[in-house]
C-alpha cells in the first residue's frame, strides 16, 4: 500500500472510527484500526465485534492494499505529525513508514486480510432520517436507559416505527423518556430494533449536520450510513417492555415552568443532598414554584421562582438527577410539569414529540 493523504481529514477520519477499537480483547488485530486504499480512497475501519466503523477519505493511491495499524499509537502519532500532507507506505512485512514534512516513523501493523469485515444487511426495514433530527432523539432518551445489566433489554434504546412515525424510547423502570417522529419519504412497515449504548454513542459523535441518514434494520443488526460513514451494530436481543402502560391516560393538575430556571433551580439545590438516595423537594402554589433540600451533612437550601400554575398546592420530591438529565437535553424555553398527586407517576413535555414520565420519591 502507497497514499497520500492530508493530516486534518486523516485525523478527523480517525476521530471517527477510533472509539469502536475493542478495549478487552484476546484476537490481536481487534486492537487495531484498518486501513484500506483503493479507487483514490483511504478507508478506515475498526470494530469490537459489536459495532462496526468505518469511514473514508479522498486520497492519492499509487498502490493499493490494506494493513491494519495499532490504534492508540497510530492515532498518537497523526495528532503529533505537523500540518501538510501524510505518506503513508507499508511493505509486505507489515511495516508502514509514515512520513510528513520531516517526521518520520515506521510501525508494525497485521495482515489486513486477518481483519473481520462487515457484510451487508439482508432484508429489514430501510428509512431516511435528518442527522440532526436524530442526534437530537438519541439524546432526549439514551440518558433514561438503565445500566442494571441484569435487565438488559433496558441497557438499550428502543426504535419502534408504526404508520411511518419513529418512536425512541430508554427507561430503567423508575422513569421514561420518549421521542415521536414523523418519517418523510418512502416508509418501513412496522419494526422494532433496541440499540445498544455504545453505537448510540457512536451515532451522536458523527451526526452533526441536517444530512439524510440512511437506516437499515434487520431482525438482529442495524446499520446507519453517513456521508461516507457507515456505523453497524448488533441488536439488543429480547423484547421491549409495553412501555406505553406507564404513561398515565389523564392528568388532574399541570404547571409550566421556565426550563432554564427550573434546571439551575434543581442544579443548586442537589449540592446540598449528600445521600445518593437523597431528593429534592418541589412546593406548588399559586404562581409560585419552591425547590428544596436538605441534608444532615451539609444543611439546607431553597429557591422560589414564578411559574404559571392555578391549581391547589402541592408538595412533591425527586431525584435531582432524573430531572436534570431531561431538562438538560431539552430545547424549549419551557416545560410542562402534569401530574395527579404527590405519590402517581409527573409527567415532563416540552419540545414536539417529547414524554418524560417520572415516578416521584417518598420521603
Same mark, same amino acid.
Given at each position: 500500500?502507497?497514499?497520500?493523504?492530508?493530516?486534518?481529514?486523516?485525523?478527523?477520519?480517525?476521530? @471517527?472510527?477510533?472509539?469502536?477499537?475493542?478495549?478487552?480483547?484476546?484476537?490481536?488485530?481487534?486492537?487495531?484500526? *484498518?486501513?484500506?486504499?483503493?479507487?483514490?480512497?483511504?478507508?478506515?475501519?475498526?470494530?469490537?465485534?459489536?459495532?462496526?466503523?468505518?469511514?473514508?477519505?479522498?486520497?492519492?493511491?499509487?498502490?493499493?492494499?490494506?494493513?491494519?495499524? $495499532?490504534?492508540?499509537?497510530?492515532?498518537?502519532?497523526?495528532?503529533?505529525?505537523?500540518?501538510?500532507?501524510?505518506?503513508?507506505?507499508?511493505?509486505?512485512?507489515?511495516?508502514?513508514?509514515?512520513?510528513?514534512?520531516?517526521?518520520?516513523?515506521? #510501525?508494525?501493523?497485521?495482515?489486513?486480510?486477518?481483519?473481520?469485515?462487515?457484510?451487508?444487511?439482508?432484508?429489514?426495514?430501510?428509512?431516511?432520517?435528518?442527522?440532526?433530527?436524530?442526534?437530537?432523539?438519541?439524546?432526549?432518551?439514551?440518558?433514561?436507559?438503565?445500566?442494571?445489566?441484569?435487565?438488559?433489554?433496558?441497557?438499550?434504546?428502543?426504535?419502534?416505527?408504526?404508520?411511518?412515525?419513529?418512536?425512541?424510547?430508554?427507561?430503567?423502570?423508575?422513569?421514561?423518556?420518549?421521542?415521536?417522529?414523523?418519517?418523510?419519504?418512502?416508509?418501513?412497515?412496522?419494526?422494532?430494533?433496541?440499540?445498544?449504548?455504545?453505537? #448510540?454513542?457512536?451515532?451522536?459523535?458523527?451526526?452533526?449536520?441536517?444530512?439524510?441518514?440512511?437506516?437499515? *434494520?434487520?431482525?438482529?443488526?442495524?446499520?446507519?450510513?453517513?456521508?461516507?460513514?457507515? %456505523?453497524?451494530?448488533?441488536?439488543?436481543?429480547?423484547?421491549?417492555?409495553?412501555?406505553?402502560?406507564?404513561?398515565?391516560?389523564?392528568?388532574?393538575?399541570?404547571?409550566?415552568?421556565?426550563?432554564?430556571?427550573?434546571?439551575?433551580? %434543581?442544579?443548586?439545590?442537589?449540592?446540598?443532598?449528600?445521600?445518593?438516595?437523597?431528593?429534592?423537594?418541589? @412546593?406548588?402554589? @399559586?404562581?409560585?414554584?419552591?425547590?428544596?433540600?436538605?441534608?444532615?451533612?451539609?444543611?439546607?437550601?431553597?429557591?422560589?421562582?414564578?411559574?404559571?400554575?392555578?391549581?391547589?398546592?402541592?408538595?412533591?420530591?425527586?431525584?435531582?438527577?432524573?430531572?436534570?438529565?431531561?431538562?438538560?437535553?431539552?430545547?424549549?424555553?419551557?416545560?410542562?410539569?402534569?401530574?395527579?398527586?404527590?405519590?402517581?407517576?409527573?409527567?415532563?413535555?416540552?419540545?414536539?414529540?417529547?414524554?418524560?414520565?417520572?415516578? $416521584?420519591?417518598?420521603?
Amino acid at each position: 500500500m502507497k497514499v497520500t493523504i492530508g493530516k486534518d481529514a486523516l485525523a478527523s477520519v480517525l476521530r @471517527k472510527v477510533l472509539s469502536a477499537v475493542s478495549t478487552k480483547t484476546t484476537i490481536p488485530v481487534l486492537n487495531n484500526i *484498518l486501513l484500506e486504499a483503493q479507487d483514490g480512497a483511504l478507508t478506515l475501519a475498526a470494530t469490537d465485534l459489536e459495532v462496526y466503523v468505518k469511514s473514508s477519505l479522498d486520497a492519492g493511491v499509487e498502490r493499493a492494499g490494506s494493513t491494519t495499524l $495499532p490504534a492508540k499509537k497510530f492515532a498518537q502519532i497523526v495528532a503529533g505529525l505537523p500540518d501538510g500532507e501524510i505518506r503513508l507506505v507499508t511493505n509486505e512485512r507489515q511495516q508502514t513508514e509514515i512520513t510528513c514534512g520531516k517526521a518520520f516513523y515506521r #510501525i508494525m501493523g497485521l495482515d489486513g486480510q486477518e481483519f473481520p469485515r462487515e457484510g451487508a444487511l439482508e432484508g429489514g426495514w430501510v428509512f431516511s432520517i435528518k442527522g440532526s433530527d436524530l442526534r437530537r432523539t438519541l439524546n432526549k432518551v439514551a440518558y433514561a436507559t438503565s445500566t442494571d445489566e441484569t435487565r438488559h433489554v433496558l441497557n438499550g434504546v428502543l426504535i419502534s416505527v408504526r404508520g411511518g412515525v419513529m418512536t425512541a424510547v430508554g427507561t430503567d423502570g423508575r422513569r421514561l423518556a420518549l421521542v415521536e417522529k414523523t418519517l418523510d419519504g418512502d416508509v418501513p412497515g412496522d419494526c422494532d430494533a433496541i440499540l445498544p449504548q455504545k453505537v #448510540i454513542g457512536e451515532l451522536v459523535k458523527v451526526l452533526d449536520s441536517d444530512a439524510a441518514v440512511s437506516v437499515h *434494520l434487520s431482525e438482529s443488526r442495524a446499520a446507519f450510513l453517513v456521508g461516507r460513514t457507515l %456505523i453497524t451494530s448488533r441488536l439488543v436481543e429480547g423484547s421491549y417492555p409495553n412501555y406505553r402502560q406507564v404513561v398515565p391516560a389523564s392528568f388532574t393538575h399541570s404547571a409550566v415552568i421556565p426550563r432554564e430556571t427550573f434546571s439551575s433551580a %434543581i442544579s443548586r439545590m442537589a449540592m446540598v443532598v449528600t445521600d445518593v438516595s437523597g431528593g429534592v423537594a418541589v @412546593k406548588l402554589e @399559586k404562581a409560585l414554584m419552591t425547590v428544596s433540600a436538605s441534608s444532615t451533612d451539609v444543611g439546607e437550601g431553597n429557591e422560589t421562582f414564578e411559574v404559571s400554575y392555578e391549581g391547589t398546592p402541592l408538595d412533591i420530591s425527586f431525584n435531582p438527577q432524573f430531572l436534570l438529565e431531561p431538562l438538560r437535553a431539552l430545547e424549549a424555553d419551557q416545560v410542562v410539569l402534569q401530574f395527579n398527586d404527590a405519590f402517581s407517576p409527573v409527567s415532563i413535555s416540552g419540545d414536539d414529540g417529547f414524554l418524560y414520565v417520572i415516578m $416521584p420519591m417518598r420521603i
